[in-house]
């Protein structure tokens, strides 16, 4: 016998489809996902700031004078100059070097110190007030075999500085001299987005390559960094077709 409708049970509640539920295990997993990079963002060290150390009129001129040669080798006919010995010690070796190869133009080896390099960029006053238009405070370059550059700097962005480290690496390259590629970049503990990083640093090797195109005095044939030296090696480019 059925029973009456006003004895039927209502406390029963509602079977809710399983769907419903999703969208609180879509919130649940982007909440871990935040959570994780917030984590990853405390674990990673800042960046730090750059180190400039004060130097000496005497450094910089040091330094001046080494781009200098290594500016003209690149960029202008070189000047013929008695080849060195492979064998010369690496202490006594100069900026710019011909060594007598057994078959072939002789080889012409650049070099220059990270020393050299920023003192450069902490002394030349060109350097200095282009760094300045784009609120730079200071610039510090690092080498790493075999074939890195870091470059920190402290840049100035709403009267906060923010220090910024970037990571490339150098490849000789016959067509327009060098090539540079980004490997890494980071604001504070921030990484940088690789499609940004990407961006900016083709950019950058467009403006690099610009100058060189065309213009160099000399096939690179490798890019490399040899203890605390940058060292270019190259061989003088044949004379154009009339």
């Known amino acids: 016998m059925p029973l009456p409708s006003s004895k039927l049970r ?24 935040v959570l994780a990079g917030l984590a990853s963002l405390l674990i990673r060290k800042p960046v730090p700031p750059p180190v400039v150390p004060a ?27 008695s080849p060195s010995p492979r064998s010369a010690p690496a202490a006594d070796t100069p900026t710019v070097q011909h ?9 012409v080896r650049l070099q220059l110190s990270q020393a050299d390099l920023n003192a450069y960029f902490a002394t030349n006053p060109q ?7 784009h609120h730079v405070q200071a610039v510090q370059a690092l080498l790493s075999a075999p074939r890195g550059i870091t470059v920190r700097a402290t840049m100035l962005r709403g009267g906060h500085p923010y220090n910024i480290q970037v990571e490339t690496t150098l490849r000789a390259d016959p067509k327009t001299g060098l090539q540079v590629t980004a490997t890494g970049a980071q604001v504070g503990r921030l990484p940088l987005p690789p499609a940004l990083l ?5 950019k ?10 065309g213009r160099l005095p000399l096939v690179l044939k490798d890019v490399r960094v040899q203890g605390d030296h940058l060292v270019l090696l190259g061989v003088p480019r044949g004379p154009k077709p009339g």
């Open 10 to 33: 209502t406390d029963i509640a509602p079977v809710r489809p399983a769907r419903l539920r999703r969208p609180r295990v879509g919130l649940i997993a982007l909440a871990l996902v």
């Open 55 to 81: 130097y000496t009129p005497r450094q910089a001129q040091t330094a001046q004078e080494h781009i200098n040669a290594v500016r003209a080798a690149l960029f202008q006919p070189a000047a013929q100059q």
């Open 99 to 107: 060594v007598r190869q057994a078959h072939g133009p002789d080889l």
């Open 127 to 133: 350097v200095k007030a282009m760094l300045a238009t």
């Open 198 to 202: 990407a961006a900016q640093a083709s």
């Open 204 to 213: 950058l090797a467009a403006q690099i390559t610009a100058k060189m195109q």
